[in-house]
């Protein structure tokens, strides 16, 4: 797909990108995780009614064990490296992540539920678009730049007001492997509200090896990529959460988006250890911290 303006991120990952080679479960299994996605999403209408009676912790922790029950009913495992994205409730934070899929969002939430910035076209997933919205999504239209400054100030304004804002960093899906620059503009809002940053690094692994199985690029429809996910062997999504970058640690944009993504890649080079000091274990879920 060719970029309609020249800030439109585009990903030269495609179908080859994909490796059907990694451990598969049979059709049987692959059936009864449908059958408890769709029951998990199902229920996730109720879940969407009970979000807007309940407030503060109790919300979150409610989105954080839907998110988690999804994960698992597709058969994913979640494993967190790191402290929370947000330590300091009432100091807003730009929580930044590399992009692969359409599972990043459920992994990203089902460590803390969290306002994630996404493309537009999300809002209109059955279910599940609406569960993503209920979390307080701010929907971008990358194709009309025109919207980006307003998206900018209502960015800004709700890290101000202390909220934890999540965006993915390269504007568009990599395969996992390979990875795009991180875009600048997004990271305004840290900028204009004055509050520091928290990279993240998304991994897929199966047997320790980084997946590409559940990316989500080139030609996929969103049934493609989940088909994928139900067949996946021991598929595990690691969420590496690295220490915050503090304002003033760059002046302008680009310095700052830079700056956060050589600490990411420092970590995925394994430059840096992240260090595991407890572990704490949550149904599929295992945190390091």
């Not at 692969?100 to 997933?125: F, G, N, Y």
């Not at 101000?160 to 568009?172: L, Y």
């Not at 199985?213 to 080139?218: C, E, K, M, S, Y």
Request: hydrophobic content about 50%; some cysteine; proline content about 6%.
């Amino acid at each position: 797909m060719s970029a309609k303006h020249a800030w439109m991120p585009v990903s030269p990952c495609g179908d080859g990108c994909v490796d059907h080679s990694t451990a598969s479960v049979g059709p049987v299994r692959a059936a009864w995780r449908l059958l408890a996605a769709a029951t998990v999403m199902l229920s996730g209408v109720l879940v969407v009614l009970a979000v807007f009676c309940v407030r503060g912790p109790a919300r979150s922790a409610l989105l954080r064990q839907w998110f988690r029950a999804l994960l698992r009913a597709f058969g994913v495992r979640l494993r967190v490296i790191g402290p929370v994205f947000q330590d300091n409730p009432g100091r807003g934070v730009l929580v930044v992540s590399n992009h692969v899929s359409w599972l990043d969002e459920l992994a990203i939430d089902a460590v803390q539920p969290i306002r994630m910035v996404a493309k537009r076209d999300i809002r209109d997933w059955p279910v599940l678009g609406r569960l993503i919205t209920a979390a307080r999504t701010v929907y971008l239209d990358r194709e009309r730049l025109s919207l980006l400054p307003a998206t900018v100030a209502e960015l800004a304004a709700a890290l101000r007001d202390g909220a934890a804002v999540g965006i993915h960093a390269e504007g568009t899906t990599w395969c996992g492997v390979a990875s795009g620059r991180y875009r600048p503009a997004l990271f305004q809002a840290a900028l204009d509200a004055g509050v520091p940053v928290r990279p993240v690094v998304l991994r897929y692994l199966q047997d320790s090896a980084p997946s590409t199985r559940p990316a989500f690029i080139g030609s996929d429809t969103l049934v493609d990529s989940m088909r994928r996910v139900l067949r996946s062997r021991g598929l595990v999504v690691e969420v590496r959460v690295l220490d915050e970058v503090a304002p003033g640690r760059a002046s302008t944009r680009r310095e700052l988006a830079a700056l956060v993504q050589q600490e990411a890649e420092r970590v995925i080079s394994g430059a840096v250890e992240v260090p595991a000091q407890r572990v704490h274990a949550a149904g599929m879920a295992t945190r390091v911290a």
